[in-house]
């Protein structure tokens, strides 16, 4: 792999744990502040990064379809990761109520949901706070919250996700962090078109 490459994607990493200025990217890559704006200039012409008015940098809607297109070839269970009940709950209720008829509810951990009624209200509650939450339910070390991101018609797209293990935060710890997740995940949703003020205010 190329030094450029790799600081590129160095960069991404670094931009996708917290959005950073020019100067904290450059003071991460050990280079001079052009050296990094060029950087940060390629990743923005794919849309990989985006800056705000102040010079911020973010992950951009480029590296959103990436993530989606990469969980489209993974059997990903809908019943008990957050990533996935974020998109489902925000589907019309046809959609909810099929999706859930086919799945098999294979029991992970003691908080996997059991059975499609309780599946089904999961996904409500998931509506109204806004944002899903994988509790130990896909594995007994391992806490998620993940919220949804829409296109400009208002429909669901997919989604953004904390996630940590049980030994490097606690559960109570993860939920203060949402609302650094609504940020990145309406953020991400506006890079699309999408005009809403909040998660589910253009689903019909």
Not at 38 to 45: D, F, K, N, S
Not at 129 to 156: K, M, T
Request: hydrophobic share 40%; glycine share 8%; aromatic share 6%.
């Amino acid at each position: 792999m190329s030094q450029t490459v790799q600081r590129a994607i160095q960069v991404l990493g670094l931009i996708g744990e917290k959005p950073s200025s020019i100067e904290q990217v450059a003071s991460f890559m050990g280079t001079h502040r052009s050296t990094a704006l060029r950087t940060l200039q390629v990743l923005e012409a794919e849309q990989m990064v985006v800056r705000d008015s102040h010079n911020v940098f973010r992950l951009g809607s480029r590296v959103i379809s990436l993530a989606n297109a990469a969980l489209e070839n993974i059997d990903l269970p809908l019943h008990c990761t957050g990533v996935a009940k974020a998109i489902v709950a925000f589907l019309p209720l046809e959609d909810q109520q099929r999706i859930a008829s086919g799945i098999d509810f294979v029991a992970h951990t003691d908080n996997t949901l059991a059975n499609t009624d309780d599946y089904l209200a999961d996904l409500r509650a998931t509506v109204e706070r806004g944002y899903a939450i994988d509790h130990l339910e896909h594995e007994p070390w391992v806490n998620c919250i993940a919220a949804p991101v829409f296109e400009a018609s208002g429909q669901v797209t997919g989604s953004v996700s904390i996630t940590t293990t049980t030994l490097s935060c606690d559960y109570e710890t993860l939920l203060t962090m949402v609302p650094q997740l609504f940020e990145a995940s309406f953020g991400i949703s506006r890079e699309f078109g999408w005009t809403g003020n909040g998660p589910g205010s253009d689903q019909g």
